[in-house]
């Protein structure tokens, strides 16, 4: 999860206009988004709609949530907290929004998993800052439980998981929540993913066994198979996490599929590919001059950087620039 800090340029950011005491609820809301338009939401996008709206204030118009939560699960900070936005009428001196890009209506659930971790996250966050402790999850609510807003379809997200969720964190018990139904599930996959955050690979399939290594954010890699949590923490139910087998340096390792999505790709270079140095290329990633005998020869690729842009290639144990097909 990756936070933008937008404080600077959000529409109508201004002065602090009340204490963090004074911030009694925060409301959960989504912003109404077909999936197939859902990548492409930003605060910025919303903020062009907001600028002419009379509701929102226009032509002095402000945003309407403190955080957004995007549709990758990174996060837009848009107003700090001492500032009100325009999130509910007749409840924004007291409340802090954040809203989750896409929709969850009674009909209509776009909504990943992804986006809620984040969401669950963010609010605790927010909670350490105000001086709440996990004993206060009950001020956490949905636009449509606020009085006068019954009649909104914002949001169907279910209350008492996100509840639970930030209980955890803010106890110091935190369990992620298992994936999606219908991104991953166990069993074969042989497919690719993409790790959504650097993640550490495990000889096990639980985060106390041994690390073997990272994988950074953006590396893609083949999963084999999808196995549950061999671990029987009673705080977490076995099986509630699935974990990805790779083979990582030779060996088999483990990954946790909290931190990976699925990706659509057939030919693009992965962590254990054989890759041949091109024959006209002359200098590694770092600047040094590729030696004669390296190039048109074959290595295999152990680990990425630069967002996949370069890759560490073994035996020469150096890094070199990658042209993803």
């Known amino acids: 999860m990756q936070v933008n800090n937008r404080i600077s340029i959000a529409l109508g950011n201004g002065p602090d206009e009340r204490l963090l005491s004074d911030i009694h609820q925060i409301v959960i809301h989504h912003t109404v988004a077909e999936r197939s338009v859902q990548p492409n939401v930003t605060s910025a996008n919303l903020e062009a709609g907001w600028r002419t709206n009379p509701g929102m204030g226009a032509p002095n118009a402000r945003g309407g949530y403190h955080e957004l939560i995007l549709f990758n699960g990174n996060v837009d900070r848009n107003m700090q907290d001492r500032r009100r936005t325009w999130g509910a009428a007749n409840q924004n001196n007291h409340t802090w929004h954040i809203s989750l890009v896409g929709t969850h209506s009674a009909t209509i659930n776009n909504i990943t998993q992804t986006q809620l971790n ?172 590729i030696p004669a005998w390296a190039r048109n020869s074959i290595f295999t690729v152990t680990q990425f950087r630069n967002n996949n842009q370069e890759a560490l290639l073994s035996d020469v144990i150096s890094w070199i620039r990658v042209i993803q097909p």
Do not use: K
Request: glycine share 10%; proline share 4%.
């Open 118 to 289: 984040s969401l669950a996250n963010r609010i605790a966050a927010a909670m350490q800052r105000f001086g709440w402790t996990a004993n206060n999850v009950d001020r956490i609510v949905r636009h449509r439980d606020l009085p006068g807003h019954a009649n909104t379809t914002c949001t169907h997200v279910n209350l008492t998981n996100v509840r639970n969720a930030v209980r955890a964190i803010l106890s110091g018990t935190q369990v992620p929540s298992p994936p999606q139904a219908g991104t991953f599930a166990i069993g074969t996959f042989n497919a690719d993913v993409r790790m959504t955050q650097t993640a550490n690979v495990r000889a096990e399939r639980n985060t106390s066994s041994a690390i073997l290594g990272q994988l950074q954010s953006g590396t893609i890699i083949r999963v084999g198979t999808i196995l549950g949590r061999n671990n029987s923490n009673p705080a977490y139910p076995l099986g509630s996490e699935l974990w990805g087998g790779i083979t990582f340096n030779g060996r088999t390792g483990f990954i946790s599929l909290l931190l990976a999505e699925p990706v659509s790709t057939s030919n693009l270079i992965r962590i254990g590919d054989r890759v041949q140095i091109r024959a006209t290329a002359t200098t590694w990633a770092t600047g040094e001059t």
